[in-house]
């Protein structure tokens, strides 16, 4: 009783002060999601949308919390995703749900006055309960709709929608630059450039070819309407890591990862958007639409089934020197300087 006791002081003492036990100060300092080890099998399977992020090396769990917190304030609600997701009751992220507790107490006092069952000794709980909670429903809590994949490269973050293909990554990406542009978010210290990712495939012939027009053609139904024509755009091809991939694979003498070759990609990237545009021609300089592969070091994908990154973005989003890519997040702010 004695042990007891001064537990308790000790319990209320801490309560006083406002202080966090430790375990409670672990769990709000390490706030990082788990890898979704089902990744590599599902790439294979499905395409995903998500985001890739860029970072210092060894400074990937600091990134992560700070690339988590920027993409939570403009993820908004779970309708900017694709509604043909919510058919299936799994791609449903239940909502809290508030409880009248005088109303809970009455639901308590009419189902004590039940019998028991016999048997096993469990109350009945009718089905029109205010108790009662169908399995689906298990999970009060709001889910995050974003899993972290674990990759083979360091500085590189890749977060896509576990559940819901969400459409409308490029616009997320461009308010959370307009942001920082404007000073109502500061800019991230860790992120680097965070590229919206539309889709993922197979890097295979004819599913890039497929998937780009596709894209194109929405681009082109969507932001497009106001380019001038010809249309003109850029092909940027990046497959970050798996050079050293492919040569760790020959000297370790087993199959090495079998990329679709760089000018082959282009020209298969080409074809298709001109199969949209027969008018359409490449310019480096000042393009009005980027097609975007980025070969995904994603861990655990067998060798010869590389999974790439599509993405078809705006002028306003791609920087062209010195090299083709998204522009940073702190792009603005160096070029006011």
Same mark, same amino acid.
């Given at each position: 009783m004695a042990e007891l006791e001064a537990t308790d002081k000790n319990t209320r003492k801490d309560d006083a002060t406002g202080e966090m036990k430790p375990w409670e100060q672990h769990s709000a300092v390490i706030s990082i999601p788990r890898y979704d080890y089902k990744a590599p099998t599902s790439f294979l399977n499905r395409s995903f949308s998500g985001f890739l992020v860029t970072c210092p090396i060894k400074r990937e769990k600091s990134a992560t919390k700070?690339?988590?917190s920027i993409l939570d304030k403009y993820l908004g609600d779970i309708n900017t995703c694709d509604s043909k997701a919510e058919e299936e009751p799994q791609n449903i992220f239940p909502k809290r749900r508030k409880v009248d507790m $005088? @109303?809970?107490e009455e639901c308590i006092n009419d189902i004590e006055n039940k019998t028991l069952n016999e048997n096993n000794g469990d109350c009945e709980v009718p089905e029109d309960s205010c108790l009662y909670s169908p399995k689906s429903d298990a999970n009060t809590e $709001?889910?995050?709709? *974003? +899993?972290?994949v674990k990759l $083979? %490269?360091?500085? !590189? *973050?890749l977060f896509t929608f576990s559940n819901d293909h969400c459409r409308n990554v490029m616009e997320i990406v461009s308010n959370i630059m307009q942001s920082i542009e404007s000073g109502s978010l500061k800019a991230p210290v860790w992120c680097h450039r965070i590229l919206p990712i539309q889709t993922t495939c197979v890097l295979h012939e004819k599913e !890039?070819? $497929?998937? &780009?027009? @596709? !894209? &194109?053609a929405d681009f082109m139904n969507n932001e497009g309407k106001e380019l001038a024509r010809p249309? @003109?755009?850029?092909?940027?091809?990046? %497959?970050r890591g798996l050079e050293e991939a492919k040569s760790k694979g020959k000297n370790s003498n087993s199959n090495p990862v079998m990329l679709l070759d760089r000018n082959k990609c282009y020209e298969v990237v080409a /074809? /298709? &958007?001109? +199969?949209?545009?027969?008018d359409s021609v490449v310019d480096l300089k000042c393009p009005g639409l980027t097609v975007l592969i980025e070969v995904l070091p994603v861990s655990?994908?067998?060798n010869g089934s590389p999974v790439a990154a599509v993405s078809v973005l705006p002028q306003k989003l791609i920087m062209t020197k010195p090299r083709l890519c998204i522009k940073a997040l702190d792009h603005y702010l160096k070029s006011k300087k």
């Open positions: 700070e690339a988590m $005088t @109303k809970t $709001t889910s995050n709709p *974003l +899993s972290l $083979t %490269r360091s500085g !590189l *973050l !890039l070819g $497929t998937l &780009v027009s @596709k !894209l &194109v249309i @003109k755009f850029a092909i940027g091809y990046n %497959r /074809a /298709a &958007v001109k +199969s949209i545009f027969s655990g994908i067998p």
